[in-house]
């Protein structure tokens, strides 16, 4: 018998876009799951490139309004892959919409636009997620396993940097991740969002932080205007420049309300570094190391080796057992990054069929919202904030 569908609306169509369109194709062919992921409609605002988006990407059709995609009662949820200053009037009109909410992170652009998200959909009792994907990695989703089952012992210490360069020439161009109107903030929403959202996975809540942010490069060539200033592909770089309103570079350090300690840094200037979000978590019991970069492994120290042969290990997470892997390949056969968008959604698709919560989730983006804005008003103040 045919499944039945989940019919999804996608607004948003590139870098993001492209990542969730891949694993809505995708996901139905890898999991085997209750519900069958219908791509009806993607939206952007310029009809050449979102058409083109519609049929690149494997939907059905394409609007150019976000109004027109909510007013669709075929579709049960709306994906917002937009950048950050959409996020919040698309999240709100979906949840009085009745429809399922998923949307990229940082949920806001601000707490206020977090807060308000998050009564909205529970106002309107709709699931919701939030893609931090990161959690769904194999690698990342067994180190919860080992922490939550007590391998790790008694946490200490999760010490976790997002490193990356692509900004460290002062003439690439004013892009809309480097304006506060747009992006809200700039490494801190973007980069440390993720770290956040790892710590209270893996480790938990936050208690108190204090932070420093810092923009290297205060002003930056503008951009050509016909793409509407936001940096789309092709936008030409003009020869005025523009002020930088967000930072280059984010770092706190903090408490968990467990007591373990956290040591967290991102940044855009960090030379050679491409994208390079690592964490590593220190138990009583022994320690565990990720990263991005090479997502199919996790270091794993276990302390109760004998002396004689201790040491790291490397885990290669693409054993049946491991979370996930067991969808994809014969054991060795790594996956991707674009994979921990199909288990994302993999997850979501059974959640809604089981009628929820999805995790992570607006309450998950909510709490995460609470430590970047407590990161700020540290940094503001010079001071230690409590969450
Ligand atoms: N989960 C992750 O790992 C990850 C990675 C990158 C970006 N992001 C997040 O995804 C979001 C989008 O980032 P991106 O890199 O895909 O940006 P992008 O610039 O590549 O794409 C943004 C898209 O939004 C569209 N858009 C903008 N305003 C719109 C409107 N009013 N109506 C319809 N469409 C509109 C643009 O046309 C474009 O297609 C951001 O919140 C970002 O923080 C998450």
Redesign the pocket.
């Known amino acids: 018998m045919a499944k039945k569908n989940l019919t999804v609306g996608l607004?948003?169509?590139?870098?993001?876009?492209k990542a969730h369109s891949s694993a809505y194709r995708q996901v139905n062919r890898f999991f085997d799951l209750p519900l069958q992921v219908r791509m009806k409609t993607i939206?952007?605002?310029t009809e050449s490139k979102v058409s083109e988006a519609a049929e690149t990407l494997g939907w059905e059709g394409y609007a150019l309004n976000?109004h027109d995609v909510l007013a669709d009662p075929e579709i049960d949820v709306i994906d917002i892959?937009?950048?950050?200053n959409?996020?919040c009037e698309i999240a709100i009109a979906a949840a009085e919409a009745g429809k399922i909410v998923w949307c990229?992170?940082p949920i806001g652009n601000t707490l206020d636009e977090a807060e308000r998200m998050h009564a909205a959909i529970q106002k309107a009792g709709v699931l919701n997620g939030v893609?931090h994907?990161y959690r769904k990695a194999p690698a990342v989703a067994l180190a919860k396993q080992m922490i939550d089952d007590g391998t790790l012992g008694e946490i200490h210490h999760m010490r976790a940097v997002y490193l990356q360069d692509w900004i460290t020439d002062p003439n690439f161009p004013l892009v809309?991740r480097l304006q506060k109107s747009v992006a809200g903030s700039g490494t801190h929403g973007?980069l440390t969002s993720h770290l956040i959202d790892l710590g209270r996975y893996l480790v938990g809540d936050f208690e108190e932080v204090s932070g420093l942010l810092h923009t290297f490069v205060n002003e930056r060539p503008l951009l050509d205007d016909s793409q509407g200033g936001?940096g789309?592909a092709g936008s030409a770089v003009g020869g005025t420049k523009g002020k930088v309103d967000v930072d280059d570079a984010s770092m706190f350090i903090g408490r968990f309300k467990c007591g373990a300690l956290a040591s967290f840094e991102a940044t855009r200037f960090a030379q050679g570094r491409k994208n390079h979000g690592k964490f590593e978590i220190n138990g009583s019991k022994g320690s565990v190391v990720f990263c991005l970069e090479r997502l199919n492994e996790l270091e794993y120290y276990d302390a109760s080796d004998p002396s004689s042969c201790q040491g790291v290990k490397l885990i290669q997470a693409t054993d049946a057992s491991h979370p996930y892997a067991g969808n994809y390949w014969p054991v060795g056969h790594i996956i991707g990054y674009e994979h921990t968008f199909v288990n994302w959604v993999a997850d979501a698709v059974q959640a809604v069929h089981d009628g929820g919560p999805i995790s992570p989730n607006f309450e998950d983006g909510l709490k995460n919202q609470i430590v970047l804005d407590a990161v700020e008003r540290s940094a503001a103040t010079r001071s230690w904030v409590s969450i």
């Open positions: 607004i948003g169509y590139q870098f993001m876009g939206c952007g605002r976000y892959a937009t950048p950050g959409m996020h990229e992170k893609y994907n809309w973007d936001l789309e």
